[in-house]
Structure formats: C-alpha cells, structure tokens
C-alpha cells in the first residue's frame, strides 16, 4: 500500500476491490496505513468491519492473518504455545537435554506471534476480530504487542516484529474496550451506509439484481433500520437478501415475498414477528412511493 499517495486513491482502489467506504473510513484507514497505526473499528455486525481487512490482504499481495476472539481466548491460542508433545518424545528419545527443553524449534506460532516473525518483504495484515468477545485480560495482553509490536516469551526473551504488520481490530460493541488500548489506535465507527453508498455496494455485490428491484430491497431494507428491532440488518444481510431474490426469480419485491424470505434479512423471530403482514406491506408501499417520487423529481 506504500504507492497509495492520498486518501482518493485508496478509495479508488478499494471500490476496484468491491469495497465501497465512507470518506471517514478511507481518511481513518489511511492515516492508519501511513503513520503504521492500528486501527479500531466498532460498529454492529455485517457493516463491513472484517471485510476492510481482507480487502486491504487482497489489494496489497499480503498474507492475512487472523485472529477470531472469543470468550476465555489466551496465550496459548492468540500468540504461542509450547510443543510439549515433541519435547516429551525427544526427552525420550535422548535428543533433548533440560538445558535445551525451550528453544524456538518447540514454539507453536499462533497468530500474534505468526505476525511478529514474518519475514517476507510485505508485512502481513493481521485482522484481530470481534475483540469484544475477548475477556478484559487478553487487551491488557494486546498493550505490549500494539506498542512496540513486540511479544515477550518468559523462556525465550522478546521477540521483535522487523517490519509493523497492519493492523485491524473489529468490535460489535457488547461490552467496552479500555481506553489504554484504544489509544494505542486509530479509530473509527463504522455506520450503517446511506442509500446512495449501499445501493453501489449493492451492485458491486449482487449485480444480476436488476436495478429496480435493488432499488426496492435497499430502500426497504434502510427503512427496517428505523425499525424497533432488535437486531437490525446489516450490509451483508443485504447482500444476501439481493442473491436470495435472484436465486428465486424474482423481479419486485411483494409482502409475500418478504414474508418467505424474512428470515435471510433477520436473525430473531420477534423481529420477524414484528414486521411480517401488514407492517411489511405498509414498509412495502413507502418504498413505491419513495421511488415513485424520485423518478417524477428526475423528470
């Protein structure tokens, strides 16, 4: 990414990788990419979080590495664990003496680590994800690693990353993050897009929906946004929405076709309680008369 020279590059480049982003992202991200800088990016799921990471892997020709975060995550599964197995075999053997039990060669690389000893000539993007997941003990281990990209191993000393991997960490917000590893960041929340924004992703995305009926999908699915819902759809839902339709033959969108195909846009059977029947007729005919009055405006 070193020859994107300004913020309307990347974004350039990026829509030619089929990934749409805000100004705001692109200014975040690129800071990030000069100034070798992790960037934190909070917002509700399927907003395009993850996707900026393999993006940027993509763009690039870097390695991605990846490290899903989840409840009881440690060491041993986010940076290194040791070989015990293939020391106990060796001890046996007589190969190995307890003066040389902890070396490199019994190291197990998990991600962090795979990321601070990589040798190619790109540093890899390591994607940390839904850090919210995480317990509060794993950012205080993150502090280290995001300051001076280093991990310190007891037996071995610290090991030093010879170039900064780029950095994304992800995070759906259901619990806070410490300021002390925020500000190790920078940081942006990414929104749900606009119209305009998510009828481009749209047809970057889903391109034998035709225009029309991705019209009408994103136009009600941005009104089920405003919704009460309990959790509302995101981009990726969108998406799947536009594919399912085409895999149904579908041309418009009619209350019964979103009754059938309710369940790819929400996850929870209140939400979807909530809107099938007349709610989805009444979202249904806004949207005609939303479109309706766009195409007599552009008359």
Same mark, same amino acid.
């Given at each position: 990414?070193?020859?994107?020279?300004?913020?309307?590059?990347?974004?350039?480049?990026?829509?030619?990788?089929?990934?749409?982003?805000?100004?705001?992202?692109?200014?975040?991200?690129?800071?990030?990419?000069?100034?070798?800088?992790?960037?934190?990016?909070?917002?509700?799921?399927?907003?395009?979080?993850?996707?900026?990471?393999?993006?940027?892997?993509?763009?690039?020709?870097?390695?991605?590495?990846?490290?899903?975060?989840?409840?009881?995550?440690? *060491?041993?599964?986010?940076?290194?664990?040791?070989?015990?197995?293939?020391?106990?075999?060796?001890?046996?053997?007589?190969?190995?003496?307890?003066?040389?039990?902890?070396?490199?060669?019994?190291?197990?690389?998990?991600?962090?680590?795979?990321?601070?000893?990589?040798?190619?000539?790109?540093?890899?993007?390591?994607? *940390?994800?839904?850090?919210?997941?995480?317990?509060?003990?794993?950012?205080?281990?993150?502090?280290?690693?995001?300051?001076?990209?280093?991990?310190?191993?007891?037996?071995?000393?610290?090991?030093?990353?010879?170039?900064?991997? *780029?950095?994304?960490?992800?995070?759906?917000?259901?619990?806070?993050?410490?300021?002390?590893?925020?500000?190790?960041?920078?940081?942006?929340?990414?929104?749900?897009?606009?119209?305009?924004?998510?009828?481009?992703?749209?047809?970057?995305?889903?391109?034998?929906?035709?225009?029309?009926?991705?019209?009408?999908?994103?136009?009600?699915?941005?009104?089920?946004?405003?919704?009460?819902?309990?959790?509302?759809?995101?981009?990726?839902?969108?998406?799947?929405?536009?594919?399912?339709?085409?895999?149904?033959?579908?041309?418009?969108?009619?209350?019964?076709?979103?009754?059938?195909?309710?369940?790819?846009?929400?996850?929870?059977?209140?939400?979807?309680?909530? *809107?099938?029947?007349?709610?989805?007729?009444?979202?249904?005919?806004?949207?005609?008369?939303?479109?309706?009055?766009?195409?007599?405006?552009?008359?």
């Amino acid at each position: 990414m070193d020859d994107i020279v300004s913020v309307e590059a990347l974004k350039t480049a990026l829509e030619e990788a089929d990934y749409i982003c805000s100004d705001g992202l692109a200014v975040a991200l690129f800071l990030a990419l000069r100034q070798h800088r992790p960037l934190f990016l909070e917002g509700e799921a399927g907003v395009g979080k993850t996707e900026i990471a393999k993006t940027l892997a993509c763009l690039s020709g870097r390695p991605l590495i990846r490290l899903q975060c989840y409840e009881g995550l440690d *060491i041993s599964q986010a940076a290194y664990e040791w070989n015990y197995a293939r020391q106990m075999v060796d001890i046996q053997a007589g190969n190995l003496k307890s003066d040389n039990l902890f070396t490199a060669d019994y190291l197990i690389a998990r991600p962090l680590l795979q990321a601070v000893n990589h040798r190619g000539k790109k540093s890899p993007v390591l994607l *940390i994800d839904e850090l919210d997941r995480a317990d509060e003990a794993f950012e205080a281990y993150l502090l280290e690693f995001l300051s001076d990209w280093q991990i310190t191993v007891p037996e071995l000393g610290t090991l030093r990353a010879e170039t900064p991997p *780029i950095v994304i960490i992800t995070s759906n917000r259901t619990r806070e993050i410490h300021d002390a590893l925020k500000r190790r960041c920078f940081y942006h929340w990414v929104d749900y897009p606009d119209l305009r924004t998510e009828l481009g992703i749209l047809a970057k995305k889903a391109p034998q929906a035709g225009p029309d009926l991705q019209q009408q999908l994103v136009r009600f699915v941005q009104k089920l946004r405003d919704e009460n819902l309990f959790k509302a759809p995101g981009i990726a839902e969108t998406i799947d929405w536009a594919q399912a339709l085409v895999e149904l033959n579908c041309v418009a969108v009619d209350p019964q076709t979103v009754e059938s195909t309710m369940g790819v846009l929400l996850k929870y059977q209140d939400d979807i309680a909530r *809107i099938q029947g007349s709610e989805a007729a009444r979202l249904l005919a806004e949207v005609q008369a939303d479109m309706l009055a766009g195409t007599l405006a552009a008359r």
